[in-house]
């Protein structure tokens, strides 16, 4: 018998290794899961990722936004490899069980955080 480690996924596509700084004009994330939408206003500051520490700021507030809204999803810290190595946000839903949509990326930050989909993936060990 196998155990389902990851729930449904969905990796951006903006390299978040930079700082990345967050304005009042640019800090509404939204995304949808199963039909239903959510919004994450992020407070305004600089959020720093360190790829060699696998730790991030943004994925942190992300996480406790989410958690706010009662968002049944885990923001996590995506390493890339494309000629270079750089980080991406993952949006990873809480049910392992079974797949669920996750899609309708939008709002002011998302082209800053977040971009096009790079890879959506289904619940697998």
């Known amino acids: ?8 996924q969905v990796w951006g ?8 700084s967050i304005i009042s004009s640019n800090n509404e994330f939204t ?4 039909g239903k ?18 730790s991030s700021e943004l994925v942190s507030i992300l ?12 923001f996590k810290l995506g390493g890339m490899h494309y000629d270079q190595k750089y980080n991406v946000v993952v949006i ?11 899609d309708g990326f939008g709002g002011t930050a998302k ?7 790079k890879f959506n993936l289904s619940p697998r060990d």
Not at 31 to 34: K, M, S
């Open 111 to 117: 082209d800053l955080i977040f971009g096009e989909t």
């Open 13 to 20: 596509s903006i390299d978040i290794n930079t700082p990345i």
């Open 92 to 102: 990873e839903h809480n049910d392992k069980s079974t797949g669920h949509v996750i």
């Open 37 to 54: 939408t959510y919004t994450l206003t992020i407070p305004v500051g600089t959020y720093k990722t360190v790829r060699e520490q696998h």
């Open 1 to 8: 018998m196998f155990t389902i480690n990851y729930g449904q």
């Open 63 to 74: 996480n406790t936004l989410a958690n706010d809204v009662n968002a049944p999803v885990v």
């Open 31 to 34: 995304f949808a899961i199963d």
